[in-house]
């Protein structure tokens, strides 16, 4: 066949589109006030993929205080500088915003205070807000 | 002339450019929304390019500091008002407004309008993007001439009569009604050929060479901004239209009225309807499907399939229809 | 005579998103005369790499040297270090590292088919193939815990196993591809479109492609039996009975031109889904590191001394990393990374010359650049402009190698 796209054009003008539409059909006019909507309850998101292995998926950094010795070796392999620590308290603190998901911290931590969580949708307007800073 | 005629025809021609520009724009925006259904996306909404425009005229409309300042400016107006003219010669449901002052002849030649606007605004805009694609353009121009106006002519050659150029007489005139086996599959050529000038003439994939946004960063749009480039889109859009209603008001003239047993102006309304929805159906065909099912050409490979590929599909067509006025093989 | 006048394309233009800038003096629509002007944007990324506090930094941030081939260079920086540090690899690490390696040749050569579909104006095959490259990307993210960044390989194995319940899950995804494979084929080399614009076009001879030293799918196309998994196999390789794919295999005989690299490349995904299922199929039980404690690991790489050059098959083709440790030192001592595109960027020229415009972004796209492995000439605006000739770099660079001799 000449022009073999189109038996696959009319099949997929019939078909559910591909695309997820996260997180809405058309994008929203202010994207603000439609997260503002959502939490009312007065508009729906569209949910995003679900996540296809809670185990092995890298999210938003779960960091367990109380076992935390403040023994400084994810601060030492941290690639992107993402962990500060606090000398008085010998506890870190965590920006999310600077974090590149890489868990190598994880992998290093001696007593297993760090975790990889399931949180993804981390955009926000300040870097250094609640949610982007784990201490 | 009383009058009330002339009253009419006033409110009309003032009427039909913004309908044009309405319905072209709504014609793009069922395009896109097809196209991207086609693709497994869910596309834009019908209304983007209606928000397209909006937002075109509230930009800055930027000129280049070595173009001609006067033609770059002046050819977005040209573009669209020459595609709006088109249409008061066209047929659109009812007879055209400006009936028996022009005929298909005239058409072709307004049709050319917007294609020498956009030439001269590309060059005038100095931009070697914009001197490629206004070279571009004139070659698809003058390739895909040859096969549309063999369609054309074959056409008037066929229908008796003096007036048979005229787009009134030759859309109350069904064709398909008059044509005997040859004459069908004759017909059947010249509108596959005239489907395929189509993306030629309103520079769409795969003959859109003049606008390969890959290529040459849309050509002759490169240095177009602002309220110059919403004009530009908005002729697109009417462009579409004048095209779709033409191969409507030669191929397809049928009107629904009769079916429906409608008379006066609910006739002309249902009619109007009908015609609409032919036009959108005309422009799924031609445009749509095309446009997604293939890649873009080469510039030598638009001018070798319009003239040998396609004028010789016309060509065999107009064969078909003068023998089928020597022979009348009829379908008993 | 006709009017020539010279065109630039980049380094911004819609065809190449990435900036380089190749001009073209062009008569008419005939090109004959290309220039290429490579380095518009200077990372710096040896440098970083070499100023981290440890060698385990780096490997993060070898793998963003190139978004897609995120795992070649950290695995190239990897396959260097434990040759210095005389790190043995266990052999299920091995395997797993082969399975990573080809399930990123298959979305790396999925996306390459989805752009080179738009360069040509065929949207509807971009966002086809880019839907069926999905399967591999949701493998991806099952497999590693996201989509792009692996973050898998660490010096002396890898740090994530394959998990029992995900083999089915890659299996599942291998029968897709082999019933996509028809598919794509169908659209990429029946398709009278495609095919008349790329039958014949930006053909690069055996010769040529020997003389300016192409790499990976582009010398395989014109005919060359070279793969760096095939010369020298590194990894779990050598298990595996892999040859360098030539186009003939498939069409029966080799031009050289951009059809011939679809061609190789839509064969090397079938290749890689046989190497996959091999993989699995043999992978064998054990460690996945040999180190498990980084502390020690670090300790260990601080301690030796040495250089070492490593070879890699990326999907662009090959990719060397130079490294060299020194005693007491944490970091990498000196870091060199050559990406395939830099090399393949030079046969531009000879595939230009005689085309037409229309023809440079299919051209340009078919050896898969990939501009951010290849920066390298840092133009400085001081206030005026200063360029450094390749004079000036290679008197640096002496004096560097001396440097490093003492």
Avoid at chain 2, 213 to 236: H, K, P
Wanted: aromatic share 10%; charged share 20%.
């Amino acid at each position: 066949m000449m022009f073999p796209m189109f038996k696959q054009l009319i099949v997929q003008m019939f078909r559910k589109p591909f695309t997820n539409p996260f997180p809405a059909k058309y994008a929203p006019k202010s994207m603000k006030k439609f997260m503002e909507d959502v939490e009312k309850g007065k508009a729906k998101i569209n949910p995003p993929v679900e996540i296809p292995d809670e185990e092995t998926f890298r999210g938003r950094i779960l960091y367990d205080r109380d076992k935390c010795i403040g023994c400084q070796l994810c601060i030492k392999v941290c690639p992107s500088k993402a962990i500060e620590f606090k000398k008085e308290e010998k506890k870190i603190r965590i920006y999310i915003g600077r974090c590149i998901f890489c868990s190598q911290c994880n992998d290093i931590c001696p007593t297993n205070a760090l975790s990889m969580g399931n949180e993804f949708l981390l955009a926000s307007d300040s870097k250094v807000n609640d949610e982007l800073v784990v201490e | 002339m009383n009058g009330e005629f002339i009253l009419k025809l006033v409110l009309e021609c003032i009427l039909l450019p913004f309908f044009a520009i309405f319905f072209g724009l709504l014609l793009k925006g069922i395009d896109r929304k097809l196209v991207a259904r086609m693709q497994a996306r869910v596309g834009p909404p019908i209304r983007q390019p209606f928000l397209d425009v909006i937002k075109l005229f509230s930009k800055e409309n930027i000129v280049p500091e070595h173009a001609v300042k006067w033609i770059y400016n002046a050819m977005p107006l040209v573009c669209l008002a020459s595609s709006i003219m088109v249409l008061f010669y066209i047929p659109l449901g009812f007879p055209p407004l400006l009936a028996g002052h022009g005929d298909l002849v005239l058409v072709l030649y307004i049709l050319i309008i917007p294609s020498l606007a956009m030439i001269a605004g590309g060059f005038a805009s100095s931009s070697p993007f914009a001197t490629v694609g206004a070279q571009r353009e004139m070659v698809t121009m003058i390739s895909y001439e040859l096969p549309l106006s063999i369609v054309i002519m074959s056409i008037a050659f066929y229908l008796p009569g003096s007036n048979s150029f005229s787009l009134d007489f030759i859309s109350s005139h069904p064709l398909w009604n008059s044509v005997g086996v040859l004459g069908f599959a004759g017909l059947i050529l010249l509108l596959m050929s005239l489907i395929i000038v189509t993306p030629g003439e309103l520079a769409k994939v795969p003959f859109d060479v003049a606008e390969a946004e890959t290529e040459i960063a849309e050509g002759v749009m490169v240095e177009y901004s602002g309220r110059n480039l919403a004009l530009f889109y908005m002729a697109d859009g009417v462009k579409i239209f004048a095209f779709a209603s033409l191969i409507v008001a030669i191929f397809f003239p049928y009107s629904i009225s009769p079916l429906l047993n409608l008379t006066g102006l609910y006739a002309d309304i249902a009619n109007f309807l009908f015609f609409i929805l032919k036009v959108v159906i005309v422009m799924i065909f031609s445009v749509s499907i095309i446009r997604a099912a293939v890649a873009r050409y080469r510039i030598t490979s638009v001018v070798t399939g319009y003239w040998v590929t396609v004028a010789m599909m016309a060509l065999i067509g107009l064969l078909l229809l003068m023998w089928d006025m020597h022979y009348h093989v009829r379908w008993s | 005579m006709a009017h020539e006048y010279e065109l630039s394309i980049g380094p911004i233009h819609p065809a190449l998103k990435e900036p380089i800038m190749i001009r073209v003096k062009v008569e008419g629509e005939e090109i004959v005369d290309v220039d290429v002007i490579a380095s518009q944007n200077h990372r710096g990324i040896e440098w970083l790499g070499m100023n981290r506090n440890n060698a385990i930094q780096s490997i993060y941030l070898a793998e963003r040297v190139c978004g897609i081939c995120n795992f070649c260079h950290p695995s190239c920086l990897v396959m260097a270090v434990e040759e210095i540090a005389d790190i043995e690899v266990p052999e299920r690490a091995q395997y797993i590292r082969v399975i990573q390696g080809e399930l990123e040749r298959i979305h790396s050569h999925l996306l390459w088919a989805g752009v080179a579909a738009h360069e040509l104006g065929f949207d509807t095959l971009l966002h086809y193939v880019w839907m069926v490259r999905e399967k591999v990307m949701d493998v991806l993210e099952l497999v590693n815990g996201n989509r792009v960044t692996k973050s898998i390989i660490m010096y002396g194995g890898v740090r994530r196993d394959i998990k029992e319940e995900h083999v089915e899950h890659i299996r599942k995804m291998l029968d897709y591809y082999r019933n996509a494979f028809s598919k794509l084929a169908k659209f990429f080399l029946e398709d009278k479109t495609m095919e008349k614009r790329t039958r014949e076009i930006g053909i690069l001879t055996e010769r040529d492609a020997i003389e300016l030293a192409a790499v990976g799918p582009t010398a395989r196309a014109s005919g060359i039996k070279k793969d760096v998994r095939q010369d020298f196999p590194y990894f779990a390789y050598p298990d595996f009975d892999i040859h360098a794919i030539t186009p003939d295999e498939l069409t029966g005989y080799t031009v050289g031109d951009v059809y011939d690299r679809i061609v190789v490349r839509l064969l090397e995904v079938k290749q890689s889904i046989d190497i996959i299922e091999e993989a699995l199929n043999e992978m064998p039980s054990g460690e996945i590191i040999a180190e498990k404690k980084l502390v020690k690991l670090m300790a260990k790489i601080k301690a030796s001394e040495g250089e070492a050059v490593a070879r890699y098959e990326a999907p662009r083709g090959e990719d060397i990393h130079y490294v060299k440790l020194k005693k007491g030192f944490e970091p990498l001592y000196s870091w060199k990374v050559r990406a395939p595109t830099y090399i393949n960027i030079l046969s531009w020229r000879p595939m230009l010359v005689g085309y037409q415009i229309a023809d440079i972004p299919i051209i340009a796209a078919s050896i898969d650049p990939c501009m951010s492995c290849t920066n390298r000439i840092a133009v400085v605006k001081d206030g005026k402009e200063r360029i450094f000739t390749s004079d000036y770099f290679h008197e640096l660079s002496v004096k560097k190698t001396r440097r490093l001799m003492k």
